[in-house]
Nanobody
Framework: EVQLVESGGGLVQAGGSLRLSCAAS????????IGWFRQAPGKEHEGVVC????????YYVDSVKGRFTISSDNAKNTMYLQMNSLKLEDTAVYYC?????????????WGQGTQVTVSS
């Protein structure tokens, strides 16, 4: 059974930083595309970043480029999202996901989400 558990969300002032973690079991990150997506209140899900296994590239949504960084510790089967210079519009529930196809087109597994709230 695949389980993904996010942590690290919270309340932070604009300009601050947070580091999200995603601990996985039942799946090995090496084999699949991994990434983060978010859902802000009243909005659709939005892909934030994904590491593709199809082409080996990392894709960031334009709005977070230069501010967010994805990383992973495959030995711990944990991925991270370092978020710097946070903005009000980054407020959302953040989810980590695993894409079995590896192309970052859609996630097959995701966690329960962690709330990130950026205040002014």
């Amino acid at each position: 059974e695949v389980q993904l558990v996010e942590s690290g969300g919270g309340l932070v002032q604009a300009g601050g930083s947070l580091r999200l973690s995603c601990a996985a079991s039942g799946v090995t990150f090496d084999d699949y595309a991994i990434g983060w997506f978010r859902q802000a209140p009243g909005k659709e899900h939005e892909g934030v970043v994904c590491i593709s296994r199809s082409d080996g590239k990392t894709y960031y949504v334009d709005s977070v480029k230069g501010r967010f960084t994805i990383s992973s510790d495959n030995a711990k089967n944990t991925m991270y999202l370092q978020m710097n210079s946070l903005k009000l519009e980054d407020t959302a529930v953040y989810y980590c996901g695993v894409d079995l196809v590896g192309s970052c087109m859609r996630y097959d597994y995701w966690g329960q989400g962690t709330q990130v709230t950026v205040s002014s």
